[in-house]
């Protein structure tokens, strides 16, 4: 079954939807107009239930089939928010808001999603639930674990989930996808330096924190280096070097250090926190100082179930034709929240040779709505045949 002929037709209205939410982006959980759209279409197209404010600002509705027989329940979800960079693509539909831009297509997400749904809810060729998911703030904030936690899976007795991300670099309107741990685990810390302040001509008389924080900068790479097996993949950035004093002539007392640690299972998950605090403090008392670590674990790992992703595989080959093997990626996704409460399969929808993500110049591909639109359809017909 190639692309469905519904979505050439609709493909216009739905790049239109896009571009309105592109020129409109929103930052974490404040995707209040976002949410507002999604509801209102979803209304508009005679959606069975739709239900506002779970997880604070997402949007979930339900469309049910001809016949409810089978008892199955398919969740479908897309993220809406954006992030906070300026966008530099010069596009007539580019954002209004200063400081924020739909910089990695959770426009086009949001739109193929709402797509599908108008479609399901014509057709309704299908034999159980289709519930569509639309979360707010997967950037970095857990849209997906507060939608989880506000009961999403029991509430709308979702039974399997999936989801979708563009990716550039793929050709427009493929697909890729692999078994297993696709997305890394990714977690955050902060380092707080504290030593002695004093005057730049005098070192002696001070603790020096930047002295400190810098050995600690080089240090935390040992630990992927030296404690972590060569065949895992672990990944150590420090990305934040900040000082309580932007004098020239200062030592300061205090130094912060901020960054991430990414894993792909839990054992190297912990060891890398527990190597990152030793480390940290280890090398604070070496020079004389102190170091206060402050760890966060923020996204699990994401991992597609075996059953689920061969039938992702095998809905995507019928709507492209082929489909490529994807490698892991380090980036974290918060979809992980939902794979952790139910079986299911995250799959990458190609972008072209486009900027990639987090990029200013980066742009939704338009071209790859029909494909999307036409998995998310298939999904559900497949997973839920009609009687």
């Given at each position: 079954m190639p692309i469905k002929n519904r979505f050439a037709e609709l493909h216009p209205e739905i790049a239109e939807w896009?571009?309105?939410?592109?020129?409109?982006?929103?930052?974490?959980?404040?995707?209040h107009r976002t949410a507002v759209l999604v509801a209102e279409k979803l209304r508009a197209f005679g959606i069975d239930e739709v239900v506002e404010g779970v997880g604070r600002t997402g949007v979930v509705g339900v469309i049910r089939g001809r016949s409810t027989a089978s008892g199955k329940v398919v969740g479908l979800r897309a993220d809406m928010d954006a992030l906070p960079m300026t966008e530099v693509t010069g596009a007539p539909y580019a954002s209004k808001t200063p400081g924020a831009m739909h910089a990695c297509g959770h426009d086009g997400h949001t739109a193929m999603l709402l797509g599908a749904a108008r479609y399901l809810a014509e057709t309704r060729n299908f034999d159980g639930t289709a519930v569509v998911i639309f979360q707010p703030a997967e950037e970095g904030e857990g849209g997906g674990r507060e939608m989880v936690e506000d009961g999403l899976m029991e509430r709308f007795g979702i039974q399997e989930v999936y989801g979708m991300h563009n990716w550039p670099g793929v050709p427009a309107g493929t697909f890729a996808i692999r078994t297993g741990p696709f997305f890394a685990a990714a977690d955050l810390f902060e380092i707080?330096?504290?030593?002695?302040?004093?005057?730049?001509?005098?070192?002696?008389?001070?603790?020096?924190?930047?002295?400190?924080?810098?050995?600690?900068?080089?240090?935390?790479?040992?630990?992927v280096a030296r404690n972590v097996?060569?065949?895992?993949?672990?990944?150590?950035?420090?990305?934040?070097?900040?000082?309580?004093?932007k004098a020239f002539n200062v030592i300061p007392q205090k130094v912060t250090l901020r960054g991430t640690v990414r894993t792909l299972s839990e054992p190297m998950r912990d060891l890398a926190e527990t190597r990152l605090k030793?480390?940290?403090?280890?090398?604070?008392?070496?020079?004389?100082g102190e170091a206060m670590v402050h760890y966060k674990r923020n996204y699990p790992v994401t991992v597609n179930a075996p059953e689920q992703t061969d039938f992702a595989r095998d809905v995507a080959r019928a709507v492209a034709g082929d489909i490529r093997e994807a490698s892991v990626t380090m980036g974290g996704e918060d979809f992980?929240?939902?794979?952790?409460?139910?079986?299911?399969?995250?799959?990458?929808?190609?972008?072209?040779?486009?900027?990639?993500?987090?990029n200013p110049a980066y742009d939704f591909n338009d071209e790859s709505i029909p494909a999307g639109c036409s998995y998310w359809a298939e999904v559900v017909e497949r997973r839920m045949p009609a009687a």
């Open positions: 896009r571009r309105d939410i592109h020129a409109h982006p929103e930052l974490g959980f404040e995707t707080e330096v504290e030593g002695k302040g004093g005057h730049a001509a005098k070192p002696h008389e001070a603790t020096d924190t930047t002295l400190i924080a810098s050995h600690i900068v080089v240090a935390l790479q040992s630990v097996d060569p065949v895992e993949q672990v990944v150590v950035s420090v990305t934040s070097f900040e000082t309580e004093s030793a480390v940290a403090t280890g090398t604070a008392a070496a020079y004389g992980s929240f939902m794979l952790n409460e139910r079986p299911g399969a995250y799959i990458l929808v190609g972008n072209g040779e486009t900027a990639m993500v987090h």
